[in-house]
C-alpha cells in the first residue's frame, strides 16, 4: 500500500478523523520500516495515536448541552484534578504583571472553560487554545461563543512550529504560554521536540508555564525519575521565575535567559 493510503486508511475510524495530518503522519513513521505489514502499521499507529488523544478524556466532554464549566472540568482528567486550585494556580502564573494579558495554551485540552479564574483574579485575558481533537476545539469555541468570552480555539497540531509562531506575533503583548501536561504526548511522537518547542517559542512570551504530572494519572504513584531530563533542561536553559506543585502536577515559570544558545 502506498503511504498515502496508509494514512488515509488510519484515519478512517471516527476518533482519528479529526486529528491533524502532522500528527497521523509522525504516528505512522514510527513504524514506517520493514519490520511491520501494512496492516500492523496501522494499528500500531492508531494504538500510538489513542494513547496520545484519546485517553484524557471522557466521552460525555464531546456532547456539548450547555451545561456549566464546571460540569466539563469534572469530566476531564487534567482539569478535574486542577479544579480546586485554579485560582492559586493562576494568580501565582501571573503575578506581577498587567491586568490585561494574552494567554496562549498549548495542547489546551479543554482548559478554556477554565476562563472565569482569569476574571475571577482580576485579570482581562485574550485567550487562544491550541489543540489537536478537533472535538475539543468545538465545544471551547462554542462555549466562548455563548458566554461572550475574549478566546478562541485553534486547530492545528503543536508540530506546526512556523504556524504557531505566527498566532503568537499576531496576539497582543504581555503574552504567557502554557504547555501543562502536554509534555509526554509531544516526547512520543517525536523524541526531544519538546526542548524545541519550548526554545524556539521562549523568545516571544515574556512568561511560558510548563506542567507535568509527578504521578500516574491512572495509578497515582509518583514518578520522579522520569522528570529529570526536562527539569534538568529547564534549569540550565532558562530563567526559572517560579515552581510549585499542586494535586500531583508541577508547575516552572520560566522567562528566555537573553544570552541562550540556540538548539
Ligand atoms: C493531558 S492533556 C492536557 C490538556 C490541558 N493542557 C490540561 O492540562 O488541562 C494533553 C492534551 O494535549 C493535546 N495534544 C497532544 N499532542 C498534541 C499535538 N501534537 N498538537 C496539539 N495538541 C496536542 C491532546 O489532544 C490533549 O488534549
Request: hydrophobic residues 40%; proline residues 2%.
Amino acid at each position: 500500500m502506498k503511504k498515502l493510503d496508509i494514512i488515509k486508511k488510519i484515519t478512517q475510524k471516527k476518533e482519528f478523523s479529526q486529528l491533524p495530518n502532522k500528527d497521523v503522519l509522525l504516528a505512522f513513521e514510527n513504524f514506517n520500516n520493514d519490520n511491520y505489514s501494512d496492516i500492523e502499521k496501522i494499528k500500531l499507529s492508531r494504538n500510538l495515536l489513542r494513547k496520545i488523544f484519546s485517553s484524557f478524556s471522557s466521552r460525555k466532554l464531546l456532547s456539548f448541552k450547555n451545561k456549566e464549566e464546571a460540569w466539563f472540568l469534572n469530566k476531564h482528567l487534567s482539569t478535574r484534578e486542577r479544579f480546586t486550585h485554579y485560582e492559586e494556580i493562576y494568580s501565582r502564573i501571573f503575578k506581577g504583571m498587567n491586568k490585561n494579558l494574552t494567554v496562549i495554551d498549548l495542547g489546551a485540552g479543554i482548559n478554556g472553560l477554565s476562563y472565569p479564574f482569569f476574571k475571577k483574579i482580576g485579570f482581562n485575558v485574550e485567550y487562544v487554545a491550541v489543540e489537536a481533537v478537533g472535538q475539543f476545539i468545538d465545544l471551547m469555541n462554542k462555549y466562548f461563543k455563548i458566554n461572550g468570552i475574549n478566546g478562541s480555539a485553534v486547530h492545528l497540531s503543536l508540530f506546526e512550529l512556523q504556524e504557531l509562531k505566527k498566532i503568537l506575533k499576531k496576539s497582543k503583548k504581555p503574552r504567557v504560554i502554557f504547555l501543562f501536561k502536554t509534555i509526554d504526548s509531544l516526547e512520543m511522537l517525536k523524541r526531544d521536540y519538546s526542548k524545541q518547542l519550548i526554545s524556539q517559542l521562549s523568545p516571544l512570551c515574556d512568561k511560558f508555564v510548563v506542567s507535568f504530572a509527578t504521578r500516574s494519572m491512572v495509578k497515582k504513584k509518583r514518578f520522579n525519575v522520569k522528570r529529570k531530563w526536562i527539569i534538568t533542561f529547564l534549569e540550565e536553559n532558562f530563567e526559572i521565575l517560579d515552581g510549585f506543585e499542586f494535586s500531583g502536577e508541577k508547575y516552572f515559570v520560566l522567562r528566555n535567559k537573553i544570552f541562550k544558545k540556540d538548539l
